[in-house]
């Protein structure tokens, strides 16, 4: 509105915030839109990762299974750009959020870790992580770190090839990680989607969950998603290092004075 001291940025969380304020803590969806600042390439689109290698060959786990050094061309990309990046102010909010009782759950379809390095306790990862490596002969286990991956072996001590705890093509997600997501989008919470396309499945389907059982959805998007006109209640168009501390702002703003006080949120 003009003359309360708000940008647009601004008055679209108020008035998202100020829709869920004081219900249910967020559930919370992220994508690869919330990495990309972190340096992390996408996996579709323009330089993404499918734009340099065939997702159904290098990215299958029959691949891997029948030429894991192939396999590992692709994985190393991804655990580079994984070990390489550092949370972002967004990743930074939702953990502030979730020390505030402000975000519950989770669930991320990012293999980077990045929500866990950011701080933030109640993760769901979706997708799994990469930086998280396993042998998948004798179940030996460790977790990469910048300093050691230089180093990194990939035949175990046993001689089978290692993997990084992902899911490939071929695989099916964590079961107890999407029966939470599930339980979750269920339950009625409000939910925020920041950063993803909606077209991968299973994980497209929690907005569609969370808008049968009644849930509030809060969109953070450069671009409309395949969420945003059929599903979601409060769109806001900007990248989620910018949108994402502007709604932490304006929770804090609304729980210190009301909505009187919110000409501080900028």
């Not at 219900?23 to 734009?51: C, N």
């Not at 029966?179 to 989607?193: E, H, M, V, Y």
């Not at 450069?222 to 168009?237: G, K, N, R, V, Y």
């Amino acid at each position: 509105m003009p003359g309360d001291g708000l940008d647009e940025l601004g008055r679209s969380c108020l008035k998202a915030v100020k829709a869920v304020l004081g219900g249910k803590p967020l559930l919370v969806v992220t994508g690869a839109g919330i990495s990309v600042e972190s340096g992390i390439p996408p996996f579709r689109g323009p330089g993404g990762l499918w734009s340099r290698y065939d997702a159904d060959l290098y990215g299958h786990i029959d691949t891997f299974r029948r030429e894991p050094e192939l396999s590992w061309k692709m994985l190393d990309d991804i655990i580079g750009s994984s070990l390489g990046a550092m949370p972002n102010e967004a990743h930074l909010a939702l953990s502030r959020m979730e020390q505030m009782g402000l975000v519950g759950l989770i669930a991320t379809q990012n293999v980077d870790g990045l929500h866990m390095l950011a701080g933030s306790k109640e993760v769901v990862e979706l997708h799994g992580n990469a930086r998280r490596i396993l042998c998948p002969s004798c179940g030996a286990r460790e977790v990469l770190t910048p300093e050691t991956y230089p180093s990194f072996d990939r035949r175990c001590t046993c001689g089978a090839v290692k993997r990084p705890d992902i899911v490939f093509f071929g695989e099916n997600l964590p079961e107890r990680s999407m029966r939470r997501a599930f339980d979750a989008a269920g339950s009625g919470q409000p939910l925020l989607i920041i950063g993803t396309s909606g077209v991968v499945h299973p994980a497209a389907m929690l907005p569609h969950i969370a808008r049968s059982s009644g849930a509030t959805i809060i969109e953070v998007n450069p671009e409309h998603s395949e969420h945003s006109l059929s599903l979601t209640d409060h769109f806001i168009q900007a990248r989620a290092s910018e949108a994402v501390p502007a709604l932490e702002r304006a929770f804090i703003e609304l729980l210190k004075g009301g909505p009187e006080g919110s000409e501080q949120i900028v």
